[in-house]
């Protein structure tokens, strides 16, 4: 194999396919990147064997095909340390040989044929969603998992896609993000079962897709995922188990109050209340009152807090303890321009945060003796 490489090209895709690589394996092998070159293209792959990726490499001048195991931490501190805009590699059965203007490294060559595989996507039934609609429900979904948790399916983010709609879920069981978003069916894909996504992988996908109108194809089997943008493929295994029945968190109320609340001066608001909180004490106290939200907390050890922002309330006062962390995750995927609406029933019903554009967020209360 010989080819003349974009330094700054190869090294932008390298770190992706390396952040799928495992640091440590039973099998070795896999702890490297394989380079696959020809006339057709040139393509790195990496995997642990439950997520993988075949990333396209652009600006690759291939002067003889072939492929080729390359160790990350090595390959990847002279793609970052060398000041060269191209670099030469030349693969034999013994060695890879990186050469520069004024450069030259050589590294030891692993057999790529131990190298396994990742799943192609071939399939012609599929779902089609535009990147930034995805990366958008990732976003606001992954947040609220639980990889800690007992309960497995807490550990990834559910998709449910049906029709023209597309909805991402993530849950700890103490709060449920969900969102929605635009999809396209082409011919007649699977529609059945749970497609729980790992978040590791939802992690990964997020940080492979543009921000762009950029068409992307997903395929949900039983238990894998394969999904497919210009710049390559990504496959993972799905997560095992039963997913809560979600839309049973979601309140459905008659009577209830409704604020429209401003997300910057509210997550302001909420980091200085946070001051005095600990490990053990994150409950804040939100009172509505006379068009006004009083934010306390108070730590024994510590001290008090007390901020006022103005808010359209003109109800009966309401009081509620929420976990400050879980309200500035919400908060923080939003953005300081935007707002949302609080739907509150009461101090010890969920509260529910929800945007004109889909999205929606429940927190469970805390009691005063969890404070």
């Known amino acids: 194999m010989k080819i003349k490489l974009d330094r700054e090209s190869f090294l932008k895709v390298f770190q992706l396919a390396a952040a799928v690589a495992p640091s440590r394996s039973p099998k070795e092998i896999l702890q490297n990147i394989k380079l696959e070159v020809s006339k057709s293209g040139s393509f790195l792959t990496a995997t642990d064997t439950e997520v993988g990726v075949r990333l396209s490499v652009p600006n690759v001048v291939v002067e003889a095909a072939g492929k080729a195991v390359l160790p990350i931490s090595r390959l990847n501190l002279i793609l970052r340390e060398s000041s060269d805009e191209t670099l030469n590699m030349e693969v034999d059965e013994n060695k890879i040989l990186v050469t520069g203007v004024s450069s030259r490294f050589e590294l030891q060559a692993q057999n790529p044929d131990e190298f396994p595989d990742v799943n192609q996507f071939d399939q012609k ?20 998992t639980d990889n800690e948790s007992s309960r497995y399916a807490l550990g990834g983010v559910l998709l449910e896609m049906e029709g023209e709609t597309i909805v991402a879920v993530g849950t700890d069981g103490r709060r449920l993000a969900k969102m929605e978003g635009a999809m396209t069916i082409v011919g007649k894909p699977n529609t059945g079962g749970q497609t729980i996504v790992p978040s590791r992988a939802m992690q990964l996908i997020d940080r492979m897709l543009p921000d762009d109108d950029t068409k992307i194809k997903i395929a949900a089997e039983a238990n894998d995922l394969t999904l497919e943008e210009p710049g390559g493929v990504f496959y993972t295994r799905l997560v095992e188990g039963r997913f809560p029945p979600w839309q049973e968190v979601i309140p459905k109320r008659e009577q ?12 302001s608001a909420i980091r200085q209340a946070a001051i005095v909180a600990s490990d053990e004490s994150r409950g804040i106290d939100f009172l509505f009152k006379d068009g006004s939200l009083v934010l306390s907390s108070s730590t024994a050890e ?70």
């Open 125 to 144: 039934d599929f779902f089609e969603v535009d990147a930034k609609v995805l990366k958008d429900l990732i976003r606001r979904t992954l947040y609220a």
């Open 256 to 267: 209830t109050n409704r604020i429209d609340i401003p997300v910057g001066p509210l997550h």
């Open 302 to 371: 510590v001290g008090q807090t007390r901020i006022e922002m103005p808010v359209p309330y003109d109800g009966d006062e309401l009081m509620i303890t929420l976990d400050h962390r879980f309200v500035g995750d919400f908060l923080k995927v939003l953005g300081p321009d935007k707002s949302f609406t609080l739907d509150l029933e009461s101090g010890e019903a969920a509260a529910y945060c929800e945007t004109a554009d889909k999205y929606g967020y429940v927190i469970m209360p805390l009691s005063k003796d969890r404070r």
